[in-house]
């Protein structure tokens, strides 16, 4: 199908796959989904399920899930924060500080390769079009 919309599903669910294959070869044990998770938390600091939820533009139940998991894996964890008894901040453990700082690595390198086939100029222009889209459909109703 030649709808814009399609092409955009097809490119994301591409860069998923090609980057879960490329993290697993290097030892990297997490899904990409679960990256942007991490990421919050590694560059902000700890941050509630909430905080992480809005950030994302994801629900609070699907980063409940994607929290639940990373903690199984020893990535994260969660405690209750010492301002706010009643509120309870994700945190990165020292393995997932570590993780962190590699996938912050690897995500250059990813990145060039991916759109290796583009020009500067194309890459700009590509990643304008693509943040007057998002807001753009941010604030749309459907």
Do not use: W
């Not at 690897?106 to 100029?121: C, I, N, W």
Request: with cysteine; hydrophobic share 40%.
């Amino acid at each position: 199908m030649d709808l814009l919309l399609f092409k955009v599903f097809h490119i994301h669910k591409l860069i998923c796959n090609k980057a879960n294959k490329a993290f697993s070869k290097d030892g990297v044990n997490i899904q990409v989904e679960q990256i942007p998770v991490l990421m919050v938390v590694y560059h902000l600091g700890p941050q509630s399920q909430q905080d992480i939820a809005h950030e994302l533009l994801r629900d609070k139940s699907s980063i409940l899930r994607t929290v639940g998991s990373l903690v199984t894996a020893g990535f994260l964890l969660v405690e209750h924060d010492s301002h706010d008894k009643r509120k309870k901040l994700v945190k990165l453990t020292e393995k997932g500080s570590q993780l962190s700082y590699k996938i912050a690595s690897e995500m250059g390198s990813m990145d060039g390769k991916m759109f290796g086939s583009l020009s500067v100029a194309e890459k700009l222009i590509l990643t304008e079009l693509l943040d007057k889209s998002m807001n753009y459909i941010n604030n749309i109703e459907l």
